[in-house]
Structure formats: C-alpha cells, structure tokens
C-alpha cells in the first residue's frame, strides 16, 4: 500500500505521515529533507542557491537515509530548499529514488508537495493537509522555540506565505491536491483527531 501525503510547510504532514508508517509498519520518506539536503550541500560548498548544476550534481549523490535531520530542519534551510526545488533538474534527479522509495514491496508513507501528483499517481491513498497560514506559523514557531531556534511569529508567518507561493506557483510539479486526495483541514485540529481522520481515509480507500 503506498501513501502520499501533501500539503505546504507546517500543516502537519510530517507528523501525520510518521504516524501512518508507525501504524502500518510501513517505511516512510520524507521528501522535504531531499531538498533540503540539495539546499545543504550547496550552502557547505558555498555555491549560490540558483546554480543549477552544482544543485543536480548534489541531488546525484544524495542517498535516502544519511540525512543530518537536526539541521536540515531549521528555518533558513526550508526557504534554501523552495529555491533549488523550483528547478526542473533538480527534481527530476530526485525522482527515480523517490518512485523506488514508495515501489517496494509491502508500500511506503510518502510525504511532500507533489507525491499525489507526480512521484506516486497509482497511490493507494492520497491525503492533501492543510491549514490557515496563521496556524502553520503558531506551530512552527513553537517547534522552532523548542528547538532552541529564535521564533518571531511574524517573520515567520511571513515566511510560510512566500514560501507557499513559490511552492505553488513554480511550473513543475507544484504544490497542489491531486484529483483523488482527500483535503484534511488541520486548522482545528489537535493531532490526535487529524490522525484518526486520516486514518479513517486510508481505511475507506482500502475497501
Ligand atoms: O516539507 P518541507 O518544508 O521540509 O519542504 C522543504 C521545501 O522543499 C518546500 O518548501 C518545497 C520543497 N519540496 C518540494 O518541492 N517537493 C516535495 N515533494 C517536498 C518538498
């Protein structure tokens, strides 16, 4: 059984799909983290954002399981992930990995901004996760807090808006619910009703 989830920063995605392969013993990608791996590198070796060979010669070697999550998941290195994964090549070197991920055997939890669409059409189940950008901004910015990250609500929320727009408006693979997700709106919700509902649209596709 493959599961895509979608949605756009900080609806809660992440959590959800971690969720969904605990309960199904399924291995779960989060798809973010290739982006963000890609935007890494480039920061590293002190390349600009918008060089597109130096970012598919990163995406190239990106393996699915080394990631350095802890630093990948700051602020500054979301924006840098929205720029390289505006460009076509980046994420076309991304995508047979991404395909392999949710082919094997037993399935996969999948979650990004194009899975339904792009990387996995034949999902068994599709959820597209949303939230009102101010609620996104409350939650991010108390995870940032607890992660020791300074968190001003604003410039954050300011932040999830731009980002929401490039994410949506870029020509390839924007972020958008495919015709057959099923829109979850998490605004409010608390994670253990989110969960239960989207586990009831993953049961309801089953059938
Ligand atoms: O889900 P996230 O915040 O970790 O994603 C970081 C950025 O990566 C996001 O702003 C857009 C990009 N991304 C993408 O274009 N496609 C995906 N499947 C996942 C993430």
Redesign the pocket.
């Given at each position: 059984m493959i599961i895509a989830i979608?949605?756009?920063?900080?609806s809660g995605?992440?959590t959800l799909a971690r969720r969904l392969a605990a309960h199904y013993g399924l291995p779960h990608l989060?798809?973010?983290?290739?982006?963000?791996a890609v935007?890494a590198s480039l920061i590293a070796a002190d390349r600009d954002l918008h060089d597109v060979d130096a970012a598919v010669a990163a995406a190239r070697g990106l393996g699915l399981t080394e990631f350095d999550e802890e630093s990948?998941?700051g602020r500054q290195?979301?924006?840098a992930?929205?720029i390289?994964?505006?460009m076509p090549e980046v994420?076309a070197a991304l995508i047979e990995a991404?395909r392999n991920f949710a082919r094997r055997p037993g399935g996969a939890v999948?979650?990004?901004?194009?899975?339904g669409t792009?990387?996995c059409p034949e999902a068994d189940a599709k959820i597209f996760v949303t939230a009102s950008a101010e609620t996104r901004a409350q939650r991010r910015a108390l995870e940032l807090a607890g992660r020791g990250e300074k968190a001003d609500y604003a410039a954050i929320l300011a932040e999830i808006v731009k980002?929401d727009a490039?994410?949506s408006e870029?020509a390839d693979?924007p972020?958008k619910a495919a015709p057959d997700a099923v829109r979850l709106d998490t605004t409010k919700m608390s994670v253990e009703a989110a969960f239960a509902e989207s586990l009831r649209v993953v049961e309801a596709r089953r059938r």
């Open positions: 979608d949605g756009p920063a900080a995605k992440g989060d798809t973010g983290l290739l982006y963000r935007a990948l998941r290195m979301g924006e992930a929205s390289v994964a505006a994420r991404q999948l979650d990004g901004r194009d899975i792009v990387i980002r490039r994410d870029r693979a972020l």
